[in-house]
């Protein structure tokens, strides 16, 4: 069967430090994968996409990976802040005959204490 | 730019009423919209494509004729939820893509509806 996969434990991280989110997959294979966030109660947001024949991407303090062999996403946050707490979402797409159907995952909470 | 608004951002309603939402982009035409629904700690799931002019096209295991679409213009999709049940609760999510998409897969994300059939 279709997975997303990302930890659905919160991950608590200190300001300053790295944090580091993992999207897995199975029994898809994507064009594209794009990393959101989502506030509580609210619509996500657009953050990064990334290609399948790109192995990086950089935005300001993120950055995403994309391993199409390990079928697996990393999505980094450098010198967290607090206002970085957020859940971030990975999402799957050309994975069906049309663009844009996104497929999600669950998300990961993160919180950046002072 | 690129906003997309939901109107009402929540709403309530007896069980077996239909409950309409809509979804305008502000600033730009869609040729496309999405809708998707959200339960608590889930992902979102797509529910349906919603082109402008035609019909939507449902995802699997979702029912045409409980959940109404219509893309009437480049700037409005409505999502009516028709004899809703408790169980149709949950926090419908719409998303537009620009008829002068940058590329392919670019859409931008509503603020989201909370529903409550009680």
């Known amino acids: 069967s279709q997975k997303i996969e990302q930890n659905s434990e919160a991950l608590n991280i200190q300001e300053g430090k790295t944090a580091t989110l993992t999207c897995n997959y199975t029994?898809?294979?994507?064009?594209?994968l794009q990393w959101y966030r989502q506030d509580p109660g609210r619509g996500p947001v657009f953050l990064l996409l990334?290609?399948?024949?790109?192995k990086e991407k950089r935005k300001e303090r993120l950055k995403v990976t994309f391993d199409t062999t390990l079928k697996q996403s990393l999505f980094h946050i450098t010198a967290s802040q607090p206002a970085d707490s957020a859940t971030y979402l990975c999402?799957?797409?050309?994975?069906?005959?049309?663009?844009?159907?996104?497929?999600f995952g669950a998300g990961t909470q993160v919180v950046v204490t002072p | 730019g690129a906003v997309v608004s939901q109107h009402p951002s929540w709403v309530i309603c007896k069980s077996g009423t239909s409950v309409k939402i809509e979804c305008r982009s502000l600033?730009?035409?869609?040729?496309?919209m999405f809708w998707y629904r959200q339960f608590p700690k889930q992902s979102l799931m797509l529910m349906a494509t919603?082109?402008?002019?035609?019909?939507?096209?449902?995802e699997q295991g979702v029912e045409k004729d409980k959940f109404l679409i219509n893309h009437a213009s480049l700037t409005l999709s409505t999502l009516t939820v028709t004899s809703a049940h408790p169980e149709d609760s949950s926090f419908y999510i719409c998303?537009?893509?620009?008829?002068?998409?940058?590329?392919?897969?670019?859409?931008?994300f509503g603020p989201g509806t909370r529903l409550t059939v009680l």
């Open positions: 029994n898809y294979s994507p064009a594209y």
């Open positions: 600033d730009f035409q869609a040729t496309t």
């Open positions: 990334i290609r399948e024949n790109e």
């Open positions: 919603s082109n402008e002019g035609s019909k939507a096209t449902y």
């Open positions: 999402a799957l797409d050309g994975t069906t005959d049309s663009w844009g159907k996104l497929q």
């Open positions: 998303s537009a893509r620009p008829r002068l998409a940058q590329t392919y897969n670019e859409q931008f």
